[in-house]
């Protein structure tokens, strides 16, 4: 099926969906070999990379620290990480950060060292950070810069990749649909999907507007397996204010000492972890709710992160854009306890690969959050992720490579249109589109949230269902509309989430389920794996 209002097809050797640190990171290394289409479906920059704070989580120290940081990785995914994975990544990860560095990624420094933190349910202080908390927003800049001088990089800023081309099975390239609404082919030999997470499937989330799951659904339109979609880490500490965004406040202050304590003052965590506030972000997560409603209260009670007693620490200098954001809403973090919520954050699972980034459909590859390695297990590590993108986006532009020496450019081939092509939508389907996405976020921050059980979840999916069949009866076809279709990308991933919640009877990790609050010692190293052609099943890695 052809598009209507598609252009002639641009070719390329390799096309990189999505410009945060694993697309760029690609990005430079498939430059060496062939010509690259990076495609960002907003400015540049706007990426969860952008708003990453705490720092990048890296072993500097020789091979002990190297096996220290593996045992934390192994020790924070509750049993389902997948260790070759966790070996890939603290292994590559020093001379990966290394390379930044000497691309001019400035992270900050003291006395001629590098300042390193310590975040929740790492055994030592090893996170780099640059400007104090803007860590993402240096490693996108130096990234960018670099990508910049390539000659072979072309960067095509908001565009949405709304379908894939498959051509006897391989993926050969995409849709891309421009602001004016015209879709544009392009084919390449391989293609990379860095579409980063989906915390938009959730109403309370701190990733930004364009973290709808894209990639996830192209992927399974593709025929491609999904893997432990149950797993969305919920940040314990963001912004609870009435109206404003859910801005994250970086584990780092509690790395540095801060305190949740409730509106009584209590110091809460001593009840439910030895760790106090550094204990692993599920646990914390989970305490945080638990407080905010127990006690005589006849409402929500407030939590707070609570700074002002502790020494030593110049919060504003060391937590500049923090400190920025929140004297917009009159606050200081020497002078106020900060109100805080859980807001969903990080998605574990994403698109099924093996360490090389490859899916399981020929000719597509993934890397970044949108990927799922194992890596990150039932529960990811602190800032485990921007050394996720650096390493596993590297991985995969060597795969792609090797893997494409001996092919041509892809000439033609049928477009795998995606679900939802709509002709200029009508102000009913906008409206429509608009109310179903906000019912979804709803839906699933109750349903598929902190804490998760059948009943709940089967009514979740039965009106999610319904939903995403209204949605697609209201496509006709013609051209694709940006919200359309990324309500269709809230629905195929909140399915895919659902479903693999309701398959997963225990509590691991982030998945807490009220009905089987128990941790199964048969389910050690069983991953999820969704699909549209088989539904779930399970699968030991
Ligand atoms: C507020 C916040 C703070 C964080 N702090 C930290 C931290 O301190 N340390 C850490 O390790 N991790 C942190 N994380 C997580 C980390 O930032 C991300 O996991 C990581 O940056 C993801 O990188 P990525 O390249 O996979 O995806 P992203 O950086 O999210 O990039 C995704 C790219 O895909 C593009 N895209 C999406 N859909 C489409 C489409 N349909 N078509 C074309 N392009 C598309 C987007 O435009 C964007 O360019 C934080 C995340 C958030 C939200």
């Given at each position: 099926m052809t598009i209507p209002g598609s252009v002639a097809a641009t070719h390329v050797d390799?096309?990189?969906?999505?410009?945060?640190?694993?697309?760029?990171?690609?990005?430079?290394?498939?430059?060496?070999?062939?010509?690259?289409?990076?495609?960002?479906?907003?400015?540049?920059?706007?990426?969860?990379?952008?708003?990453?704070?705490?720092?990048?989580?890296?072993?500097?120290?020789?091979?002990?620290d190297v096996a220290l940081h593996l045992e934390d990785t192994i020790a924070a995914g509750d049993g389902l990480v997948f260790r070759p994975a966790a070996e890939a990544l603290v292994q590559d990860g020093p001379r990966r950060v290394a390379e930044l560095i000497e691309w001019g990624a400035r992270f900050d420094r003291e006395d001629g060292d590098w300042m390193r933190t310590r975040e929740g349910a790492h055994s030592r202080a090893r996170i780099l950070h640059a400007f104090g908390d803007a860590t993402g927003a240096e490693m996108g800049r130096a990234l960018r810069e670099r990508v910049r001088t390539h000659r072979k990089v072309r960067i095509a800023e908001r565009q949405m990749a709304v379908a894939l081309h498959q051509q006897d099975g391989r993926v050969v390239g995409a849709d891309l649909l421009d602001e004016s609404g015209q879709v544009h082919s392009v084919r390449a030999k391989a293609t990379l999907l860095a579409t980063g997470g989906a915390g938009q499937i959730y109403c309370e989330t701190t990733n930004p507007a364009v973290a709808t799951g894209d990639g996830l659904a192209l992927a399974l339109q593709a025929g491609a397996e999904l893997a432990d979609m149950e797993f969305y880490q919920f940040h314990p500490t963001a912004l609870h204010l009435a109206g404003a965004p859910r801005f994250l406040l970086s584990e780092a202050l509690r790395g540095e000492g801060a305190q949740l304590v409730n509106e009584r003052g209590e110091r809460f965590m001593r009840r439910h972890h030895p760790l106090l506030e550094l204990a692993p972000r599920d646990v914390v997560a989970r305490a945080i709710v638990q407080e905010s409603v127990a006690g005589d209260f006849d409402r929500q009670q407030e939590i707070y992160l609570d700074m002002r007693s502790v020494p030593g620490v110049a919060w504003n200098e060391r937590f500049p854009t923090i400190s920025a954001v929140l004297a917009r809403y009159g606050l200081s973090l020497t002078k106020n306890r900060i109100p805080v919520y859980p807001a969903a954050h990080y998605l574990m699972g994403g698109v099924r690969t093996d360490l090389a980034g490859r899916t399981t459909v020929p000719g597509l590859y993934a890397a970044g959050e949108v990927a799922a390695t194992g890596v990150h297990g039932a529960n990811r590590l602190a800032s485990n992720s921007l050394l996720e993108g650096l390493v596993f986006g590297a991985r995969a532009a060597e795969a792609m490579l090797a893997d494409t020496a001996l092919l041509p450019v892809a000439e033609d081939g049928a477009i795998f249109a995606s679900e939802c092509s709509m002709l200029a939508a009508t102000d009913a389907d906008r409206r429509f589109a608009a109310e179903s996405t906000t019912r979804m976020q709803q839906m699933l921050w109750s349903a598929a949230g902190l804490f998760r059980e059948e009943a709940t979840m089967r009514r979740a999916l039965a009106e999610l269902e319904t939903m995403a069949a209204e949605l697609r009866q209201r496509c006709r076809a013609g051209r694709?509309?940006?919200?359309?279709?990324?309500?269709?990308?809230?629905?195929?991933?909140?399915?895919?989430?659902?479903?693999?919640?309701?398959?997963?009877?225990?509590?691991?990790?982030?998945h807490a389920r009220l009905d089987h609050p128990k941790k199964l010692a048969e389910n050690e190293n069983r991953h999820t794996l969704f699909s549209l052609a088989r539904g779930v099943h399970f699968e030991q890695w």
């Open positions: 390799f096309l990189v969906l999505g410009a945060g640190v694993a697309g760029l990171r690609a990005a430079l290394s498939l430059a060496e070999q062939g010509t690259v289409l990076l495609v960002a479906k907003d400015a540049v920059a706007e990426s969860n990379t952008h708003y990453a704070q705490g720092g990048i989580a890296v072993a500097m120290d020789g091979d002990a694709p509309w940006r919200e359309g279709l990324e309500a269709m990308s809230i629905a195929a991933v909140g399915r895919a989430v659902l479903q693999c919640a309701l398959a997963r009877r225990e509590s691991r990790g982030a």
